[in-house]
């Protein structure tokens, strides 16, 4: 069994809860998207945009699809105008004609693509967004789901663990957990779930991660207002160019309408980590914060399909159809 105590709340992995002064990154992730059929009549979608804060200069966005199930996924560039929003209503149709499926995003500007601009974070950096709803006639219910770009390492190597409370799953609410692993190698993620009392209701069940693959999957016990703990195991944690970062998620459902809320899990650690050797660190440096030099791995291992062409329309500028 895992050992940690969730002492301290390191930080959330929601762009909320970041400093103003780092809202801005030039590599995220979107650990879930859709465009598929789901249970009691239901059809979600991903809309998703990116935001160009540069008043001088456009910028070329890398977006790789990381497919569900781990398949080789696709990449695709949009040259997003200076200060203008690229915007998309089903990103996953749209961009790499997914009619039928889900996975993760990452989303990342490298300097190789944008000759000219500055190689520095700042100068790299947008701002991205998404929404996956169930599009029904009577209209849309859905969740937001931020870019994020802190995520778990392997548990024995970085005691670190994620939690999400106030977990349904029972009656009319079901509970989905998922992650979407970055790394080269096939991982484990543990899952425990405790009830409203703190009581163990289910201990480091575990649910394996493809490689540059996402996984989602109903939650196997019934719990209420209780929380979930995440931990990953990785057999290559040691390997400094096929370690993995994880992106866990929950999203309960309300069974009724269809309608859905999303959890970042927040990151949690235990006091020696936080304050190695006595010396305090910044809570929000806690967690594997991935970068271009990591998100280029993880982009290689894409089939690169070229740029997409845009057209300014009445929502902002979208893929030509």
């Known amino acids: 069994m895992k050992t940690s105590k969730l002492l301290l709340l390191a930080t959330l992995l929601t762009l909320a809860a970041i400093p103003a002064a780092a809202q801005v990154n030039d590599t995220y992730v979107i650990p879930v998207s859709a465009n598929q059929r789901g249970a009691f009549g239901t059809h979600w979608l991903t809309r998703f945009s990116i ?25 695709v560039l949009i040259e ?16 790499f004609g997914v009619t039928s499926g889900s996975g993760s995003l990452l989303v990342a500007a490298f300097a190789e693509d944008n000759p000219g601009v500055s190689d520095t974070v700042l100068a790299l950096s947008f701002l991205v967004s998404s929404d996956t709803f169930n599009n029904h006639p009577t209209g849309t219910y859905g969740q937001t789901i931020p870019g994020v770009w802190a995520g778990l390492l392997d548990y024995d190597r970085d005691p670190i663990s994620a939690v999400a409370h106030g977990i349904r799953n029972s009656g009319v609410w079901r509970t989905n957990i998922g992650a979407v692993n970055l790394g080269s190698c096939q991982t484990t993620l543990l899952v425990s ?6 009581n163990t209701i289910l201990n480091e069940a575990p649910f394996t991660l493809p490689p540059y693959g996402h996984m989602q999957d109903r939650l196997p016990v ?9 931990f990953v195991a990785d057999p290559c944690a040691e390997d400094n160019n096929r370690f993995a970062v994880v992106f866990p998620y929950t999203s309960t459902i309300d069974q009724r309408s269809g309608d859905a809320a999303y959890q970042s899990p927040t990151l949690l650690a235990e006091p020696g980590v936080l304050f190695a050797k006595g010396q305090k660190i910044d809570p929000h440096a806690i967690g594997k914060k991935i970068d271009a030099s990591y998100a280029k791995k993880v982009r290689a291992h ?5 740029s997409v062409k845009l057209t300014r329309q009445e929502n902002g500028w979208q893929i030509a159809k």
């Not at 997003?80 to 961009?95: C, G, K, T, V």
């Not at 019934?222 to 995440?230: I, P, T």
């Open 51 to 75: 935001f160009n804060p540069h008043l001088n200069y456009g910028l070329n966005v890398s977006l790789t699809f990381l497919p569900t199930g781990g398949a080789t996924g696709d990449e």
């Open 80 to 95: 997003i105008p200076p200060n203008a929003l690229f915007f998309s209503p089903n990103i996953l149709d749209e961009a």
């Open 193 to 198: 779930v405790y009830d409203i009392d703190g």
């Open 222 to 230: 019934a719990v209420n207002n209780g929380s979930v703990e995440f």
């Open 302 to 306: 894409a089939n690169r399909l070229g």
